[in-house]
């Protein structure tokens, strides 16, 4: 490993860790040393760092910070919430993929395609909060759009795969699967109810208005990054696919829109790939897109039902652009903007 920084990722053995140790490696970030850490049960196991490299899983619970200068975090919330503040403190910047933090007023909500200036604000709390997968691909579509015609209310349905429960949620898609097929029961433990075969309109818990903490965060979420003014409505649903989240989505804009220039906007947006033929399968699916970096935009037509109105259907790898790869994008963009110092 060559002159850079020393990263510390924990949450290493997960489904999210294990695709920030891949993409740190294939996009070179610059690293003198990584070091993988997980919860007692994983330490000593082995993760791979790369094709070349494989890291023993080190206990988060026990790890000392000091001289590290990156710490990228999915260990789940109630884990980041004791000790991403535990590896500020010891001169760490932490890069956190949970929602433990995102909504405090001090910790920016960075996608770094939207608001890459919000970084500069981490200095407090030396702590910046990777948004929810389902948010982040649809800020990232909406983005060349607001800046254009101004994003009024948007109304989403999402279509999300059982990666974003984690390892465990794969797992149970696959032996759900099998139960299916040779008619053993199935005992729902991650999901509501038997997730093969089925779509669940349910995903984190539901809030006094009835709607879902998932459909909170895409809607307050969205107003933290783009725009405190734009209202949303999201129906968040579990779908039986392993890998890529779908988003079925319709805005509402303040400006008339021109379709041809919608297109364009979409086309030369940095991280969006538009695939929209009118023919049989002239769109993205969830299976397309997995192991890739962009949000792919479909289905780009007009919403006659409301002024202004533009729907499209937008997919993208949750692991890659809704979690690993928008944290590595932080951590590079933090070194573009000269925000981070090497620890001494
Ligand atoms: N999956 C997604 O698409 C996605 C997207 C954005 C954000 N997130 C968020 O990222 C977090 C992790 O998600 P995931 O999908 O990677 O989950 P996961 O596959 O279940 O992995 C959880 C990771 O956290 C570690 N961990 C659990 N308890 C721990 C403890 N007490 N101390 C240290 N490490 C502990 C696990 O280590 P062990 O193997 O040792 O148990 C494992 O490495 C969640 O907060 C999730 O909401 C996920």
Redesign the pocket.
Known sequence: MSQGFRVAV????????REILKTLAERQFPVSEVVA???G??AGQPVSFGDKTVLTVRN??TFDFAGFDIGLF????A??AIHAPRAAAAGCIVID???HFRMEPDVPLVVPEVNPQALARHTRRRIIA?P??STIQMVVALKPLHDRFRVKRVVVSTYQSV??????GMDELFTSTKAFFVNDPVKPQIFTKNIAYNCIPHIDKFLDDGSTKEEWKMAVETRKILDPDIAVFATCVRVPVFIGHAEAVSVEFEHPVNLGEARDLLRNFPGVVVIDGHDDGGYITPADCQGEDAVYVSRIRRDPTVPNGLGFWCVSD??RK??ALNAVQIAESLITQNLLQKAA
Not at 10 to 17: F, K, L, P, S, Y
Not at 74 to 77: L, T, V
Not at 163 to 168: I, L, M, Q
Request: glycine share 18%; aromatic share 0%.
């Open positions: 924990a949450g290493a053995t997960g489904a999210v860790g850490l997980a919860s049960r994983s988060l619970e999915s260990p789940g919330a884990v980041s993929n949970t929602s990777n929810n997968c990666s974003g429960a984690g390892k465990e949750n692991l809704g979690a």
